[in-house]
């Protein structure tokens, strides 16, 4: 376990043991709830923004699992889904926030989703549907998994999860002091197909049109909550795949929006 996660951990206990009464909230899933660089969107919804009194504070207990890179195929399997599993029956939270999925279609994985370009292809014609489709199955299947076991072990759990924005695919990956330590996670590959850019930025927004609408929104009912992230972030990008501090505000808000009927009464004064 990481600094961050042992911190989140203590606070969480801490939290516990001082408001006993505030709703059990667990957030788990990838880099849009983990990106350690800048304020994400569960840091949006846990801080007290730019206001600096601590006493804001979102009023819940909030235990943070998430972490930059997890892939759903990971976090559903071995010991990451047996953990998962324990937390729920021994917590059984109000709510999960969940965030998972895009590192299963990025990286080094999207290649092998696409077909070397020819001239005058459209962006449909750039994919391997076959195998497109067995990795939204995938996916899919790994959802189904979340749900069964959060309502074997915390029936009263709702699981709030998104379907990402259209992302912009360029040469921009994380910087440390100036130097890269990670990514781009989707331009080297579709040059490596040789792709021009105006059909990258529509195979992106098939990807993401498809992963929400085949994926996540079908999952929406009493104890799934489907925040649809399209459009939200606009250009408001810090580099590739990860929305800058506007845009993680701009999602962050979409989940208060969704958290309202589940958690009343809680100001989110960060937003």
């Known amino acids: 376990m990481g600094p961050y996660k042992r911190q989140f951990e203590g606070d969480f206990a801490r939290s516990r043991q001082d408001h006993p009464t505030w709703p059990v909230v667990i957030s788990e899933g990838d880099s849009w709830f983990s990106y350690p660089f800048q304020r994400n969107i569960v840091d949006w919804l846990d801080d007290p923004g730019d206001t600096g ?61 696409l077909k070397d370009f020819t001239p005058g292809a459209a962006a449909a014609d750039c994919l391997r549907n076959d195998r497109l489709d067995r990795r939204l199955r995938e996916i899919t299947d790994c959802y189904l998994e979340l749900i069964d076991l959060c309502g074997d072990n915390s029936p009263g759990t709702t699981i709030v999860a998104h379907g990402y924005d259209y992302a912009i695919p360029s040469s921009e990956g994380v910087k440390l002091i100036g130097v890269r330590i990670t990514g781009p996670w989707m331009k080297p590959y579709f040059e490596q197909r040789g792709i021009p850019p105006a059909v990258q930025t529509a195979i992106v927004k098939i990807l993401i049109d498809r992963f929400n609408d085949e994926i996540i929104a079908p999952l929406a009912g009493p104890k799934f909550v489907y925040v649809d992230l399209r459009n939200a972030v606009g250009a408001d990008w810090t580099n590739e795949i990860h929305p800058n501090r506007r845009g993680s505000k701009r999602t962050a808000a979409r989940f208060k929006a969704a958290l309202a009927p589940l958690l009343p009464g809680l100001p989110f004064p960060g937003l």
Do not use: C, M
């Open 53 to 113: 009194d601590p006493n804001q504070q979102t009023p819940w207990a909030l235990f943070r699992l998430e972490g930059s890179g997890d892939q759903i195929l990971s976090i559903l399997s071995g010991g990451q889904r047996a953990s998962l599993r324990d937390y729920f029956s021994h917590y059984r939270p109000k709510v999960l926030l969940f965030s998972a999925g895009g590192n299963d279609i990025v990286g080094p994985d999207l290649l092998a989703l």
